[in-house]
Nanobody, 125 residues
Framework: QVQLVESGGGLVQAGGSLRLSCAAS????????MGWFRQAPGKEREFVAA????????RYADSVKGRFTISRDNAKNTTYLQMNSLKPEDTAVYYC??????????????????WGQGTLVTVSS
């Protein structure tokens, strides 16, 4: 089972950009689909983006489509979330998650058991 560590969060002004990273341990990284989720204060954790093991399939929440890009570098066991044109409503703790099936990642956070510790993104207006 992989272990995940996120980094790259911070404070940014609206319209700015950030890139989050999720480093995974283990030798079987390509066997895992990866997802990014976020949780704002007082709200439930929600899906942001997902990517298949080979990086050829990606999916996005409507709220981030066209602004965020998920990618992975399997040689570095790392998944990225490039966030552009950030809005105050993007403020949240961002988590990465892993599962052997992309369909499970897309099914929702309640079905996932492998999570990072989260990284806080704050977008000021």
């Amino acid at each position: 089972q992989v272990q995940l560590v996120e980094s790259g969060g911070g404070l940014v002004q609206a319209g700015g950009s950030l890139r989050l990273s999720c480093a995974a341990s283990g030798r079987t990284f390509t066997s895992y689909a990866m997802g990014w989720f976020r949780q704002a204060p007082g709200k439930e954790r929600e899906f942001v983006a997902a990517i298949g093991g080979r990086g050829t399939i990606t999916r996005y929440a409507d709220s981030v489509k066209g602004r965020f890009t998920i990618s992975r570098d399997n040689a570095k066991n790392t998944t990225y979330l490039q966030m552009n044109s950030l809005k105050p409503e993007d403020t949240a703790v961002y988590y990465c998650a892993a599962d052997r099936a992309l369909s499970t990642v897309l099914s929702g956070p309640q079905y996932l058991g492998v999570w990072g510790q989260g990284t806080l993104v704050t977008v000021s207006s």
